[in-house]
């Protein structure tokens, strides 16, 4: 090399650049953006559709597979991997907090069905009672029924019922003379798009006494 700073001798294959220049003389071996993109991917591995490109530990970059359906990607220290969503089923629940305006005691019997919605211990079963409905629009499968009991004097059970339009989907029994917490553990019970939701206290035409039923709550998941 002279002082010009020109290579001096005849050039040769080591010394000549072709073009477009290749990837093995520091090129692309394109003539465009995208297709030296492209070149330079493939490079690193055959590539198809969904693969992404990452750094690896040695700073180099790599091709990283495309995920299985429905796998998300997630870290793992330093490194991205596909693994398995683990999202949940959203859950929706039906509370209703009683209280009939004396005390919340009810003095129920088969001839005397109150709707929790309205309170109104005067509801008389098979009346046409102005009912608040809960109309939903998606399909939900019922798992699992609660209600919270304050007093219990009734001498037999009684029956807390979750009902679509009138029909009982499930019933949670209160046994007689007992107060708490009940829960009816595990179930399921399909409810279609479209139902028309409702809660009612029930129990034999010859029982006696009150019940003071505090809280109830449906628990369903989003199908």
Excluded at 30 to 37: N, Y
Excluded at 79 to 93: C, G, I, K
Aim: proline fraction near 2%.
């Amino acid at each position: 090399m002279g002082n010009s700073g020109m290579i001096a001798g005849a050039f040769s294959s080591d010394t000549t650049l072709p073009t477009p220049v290749p990837i093995n003389k520091g090129g692309t071996g394109e003539t465009s953006a995208q297709a030296a993109l492209d070149a330079l991917a493939a490079a690193s591995g055959s590539l198809v559709q969904g693969d992404i490109l990452i750094v690896d530990s040695s700073t180099n970059l790599v091709r990283l597979a495309r995920g299985s359906d429905n796998y998300v990607l997630t870290m793992n220290g330093s490194n991205p991997n596909w693994e398995a969503s683990s999202s949940t089923t959203p859950l929706v629940y039906f509370s209703v907090i009683a209280t009939n305006g004396s005390g919340g005691a009810y003095t129920t019997n088969a001839s005397r069905v109150c709707n929790l919605f309205n309170c109104n211990a005067n509801d008389t079963a098979g009346a046409s009672r102005a009912e608040l409905d809960m109309i939903i629009d998606s399909a939900l499968t019922l798992t699992r029924l609660r209600a919270i009991c304050h007093n219990n004097t009734k001498d037999e059970v009684t029956n807390v019922e979750f009902e679509d339009d009138a029909s009982v989907i499930e019933t949670l029994a209160l046994a007689s003379g007992t107060a708490g917490e009940f829960d009816s553990g595990s179930i399921s019970d399909s409810i279609t798009a479209g139902s028309k939701l409702n809660w009612d206290i029930d129990t034999s035409a010859s029982s006696s006494g009150s019940i003071v039923l505090r809280q109830a709550v449906a628990t369903c998941e989003v199908v």
